[in-house]
């Protein structure tokens, strides 16, 4: 079967530096994504790896290892506003999302 | 990336009743589909809509329960039809050019509740 797998919540400081990851088998591989989501509102994209490495997006950055089937997302720099879930989703071979459950984020002054 | 809206914002509703959601996007897209997501959870693809044929629903979903219409490359609605309090939950239409990168964006959501 299909599987995404991301720690439930991650608590950190605001100003530090906090990794999230997460680890997928899926059938089939055409990128891994990122969305960030607000209590009460709808996700929001972040970032997309489809090749190995790192990808940086202002304070945000997204690292892809296809071959250990492993993905992070760090944010440097915490805010407050950074206190969300965010959300890790794979493409697999049909097209189709595969989501993970998500790890809420919280920040601490 | 486009503007989605979805409207009702939030509805209750009494058990047995059918509540129609619309999404409405500001711009023609390719592919549009449909979510469900309970409190806490993460997101559970009910069916993609397809422009002038059947949607494609996903395992565990069926047409008569969740009709969905999409009737152009702009509008979609789906329907959740004889509710029951089982069904309340989040409902989310989503949009994606199918085209790399292949990202997803999201209307607001429908906030339903049955009592």
């Known amino acids: 079967g299909q599987n995404i797998d991301q720690p439930t919540e991650m608590t950190a400081t605001e100003g530090a530096i906090v990794q999230i990851n997460c680890t997928y088998q899926?059938?089939?591989?055409?990128?891994l994504f990122w969305y960030q989501q607000h209590a009460g509102e709808a996700p929001t994209f972040l970032s997309y790896n489809v090749l190995d490495g790192l990808e940086e997006k202002g304070r945000f950055s997204s690292f892809l290892s296809r071959s250990k089937g492993y993905s992070y997302l760090l944010l440097k720099e915490l805010q407050m506003k950074d206190s969300a879930s965010y959300l890790c989703?794979?493409?697999?071979?049909?097209?189709?999302?595969?989501w993970g459950a998500g790890t809420k984020l919280i920040i601490k002054p | 990336s486009a503007v989605i809206s979805q409207k009702p914002s939030r509805d209750i509703c009494q058990r047995g009743t059918s509540l129609t959601i619309q999404c409405q996007v500001d711009?023609?897209?390719?592919?549009m589909f449909w979510y469900r997501q309970q409190p806490g959870q993460s997101l559970t693809l009910i069916a993609t809509a397809n422009q002038g044929s059947e949607a494609t629903y996903e395992s565990g979903f069926v047409i008569d329960k969740f009709p969905i219409s999409r009737p152009n490359l702009t509008f979609s609605t789906l329907t959740v039809s004889n509710m029951s309090p089982e069904d309340s939950s989040i409902y989310l239409c989503?949009?994606?050019?199918?085209?790399?990168?292949?990202?997803?964006?999201f209307g607001p959501g429908t906030r339903l509740t049955v009592t």
């Open positions: 989703a794979v493409m697999d071979s049909n097209y189709q999302l595969i």
């Open positions: 899926t059938s089939g591989f055409n990128g």
């Open positions: 711009s023609q897209v390719t592919m």
């Open positions: 989503s949009v994606s050019q199918n085209r790399e990168p292949y990202e997803q964006y």
